[in-house]
């Protein structure tokens, strides 16, 4: 019932910035959070952030706290994740999914940082 589909990714040097937007359809408020999420080649897939669709608390990876910001625009279904200060870990394929996550993953985005 739900589609996520994200967009944003790209190739950028160190210290650069992206961002990241996925746009919902569907039941999205059958959820109360989305989250952000990112596998890189060889890990297991871990949690970037969420945000709440009431009220927009939002909470961060150790990793990307202070450097990625998690927003969403209720009346266009749309989260964005705006990265900034970006490093070479940072790469990986980002999804957005709910919060806690549905086993129903999209095709991401592909963010490269390179060196």
């Known amino acids: 019932q739900v589609q996520l589909v994200e967009s944003g990714g790209g190739l950028v040097q160190a210290g650069g910035s992206l961002r990241l937007s996925c746009a919902a359809s569907?039941?999205?408020?059958?959820?109360?959070?989305m989250g952000w999420f990112r596998q890189a080649p060889g890990k297991e897939r871990e949690f970037v952030a969420r945000i709440n669709w009431i009220g927009g608390s939002t909470n961060y990876a150790d990793s990307v706290k202070g450097r990625f910001t998690i927003s969403r625009d209720n009346a266009k279904n749309m989260v964005y994740l705006q990265m900034n200060s970006l490093k070479p870990e940072d790469t990986a394929v980002y999804y957005c999914n709910f919060y806690p996550p549905l086993n129903d993953w999209g095709q991401g985005t592909q963010v490269t940082v390179s060196s």
């Open positions: 569907g039941r999205t408020l059958s959820r109360n959070a």
